[in-house]
């Protein structure tokens, strides 16, 4: 079935140091991943994507990156800030109608 | 300020009533969704349109129903068919489908009481 997994849960990196989010999905023929950032209170808010024809994009200090043979792709935040606290949400596109998100990673930055 | 509009930001609800919550975008966007957040399980689409007079199932839809009589406008009532009603719900709208972004609303926490 189409399913995306999201790994991990929870992550405290100190400020500075990097933070590093991987999500596998089931389906080779997914062509569109998508990365939200989710505030509290707030709906989440698109932060980076990528497109099965790359391999990595990057955008300032958060970069992505696909392997699709390996069908995962992982999301990268270098020089982490106090702004960047929040819940980190993957997708995958299913059938060029349905995004299918991840479970979530909720990311705290360490002052 | 272009964007989309979710009301109310809390409601509750006794068991065995009916709530619609409203979404409004002026965004000009042909495709609008709703979905579910749960805690632990990510966002789960229950209806989604893209365009007036039309709307599809997504994979949750059961004890849920929408409109989509304005292209504005993208309404989903609760009904009390629905088991585990208390959650928190999202609206969206895209310009080009799923396969560019959503804007999401600020959402709309219903607790079934």
């Known amino acids: 079935g189409e399913n995306v997994e999201q790994h991990p849960s929870t992550l405290s990196v100190q400020e500075g140091d990097s933070a590093v989010i991987k999500c596998t999905y089931s389906?080779?023929?997914?062509?569109?991943f998508p990365w939200y950032k989710q505030e509290l209170g707030k709906g989440p808010q698109l932060i980076i994507d990528?497109?099965?024809?790359?391999g990595e994009k990057k955008d300032q200090r958060i970069a992505v990156t696909l392997n699709k043979t390996a069908k995962h792709f992982s999301l990268h935040i270098t020089e982490t800030q106090p702004e960047d606290s929040a819940v980190y949400f993957c997708?995958?596109?299913?059938?060029?109608?349905?995004?299918?998100f991840g479970t979530g990673t909720r990311l705290t930055i360490i002052p | 300020d272009g964007g989309i509009t979710q009301s109310p930001k809390y409601l509750f609800r006794k068991e065995g009533q009916n709530v619609t919550l409203s979404c409004e975008q002026n965004l000009n966007h042909d495709a609008m969704y709703w979905y579910r957040q749960d805690p632990g399980q990510g966002l789960r689409l229950i209806y989604y349109?893209?365009?007036?007079?039309?709307?599809q199932k997504g994979d949750i839809a059961e004890g849920y129903s929408v409109s989509r009589e304005k292209k504005e406008s993208f309404p989903l009532t609760v009904t009390s068919a629905q088991k585990n009603p208390t959650a928190f719900y999202l609206c969206?709208?895209?310009?080009?489908?799923?396969?560019?972004?959503?804007?999401f609303g600020e959402g709309s926490r219903l607790t079934v009481l």
């Open positions: 389906d080779s023929a997914s062509n569109y």
């Open positions: 969206a709208s895209s310009i080009l489908g799923v396969t560019g972004e959503l804007f």
């Open positions: 990528i497109r099965s024809n790359v």
């Open positions: 349109s893209q365009i007036v007079n039309d709307f």
């Open positions: 997708a995958a596109l299913f059938g060029n109608e349905k995004l299918t």
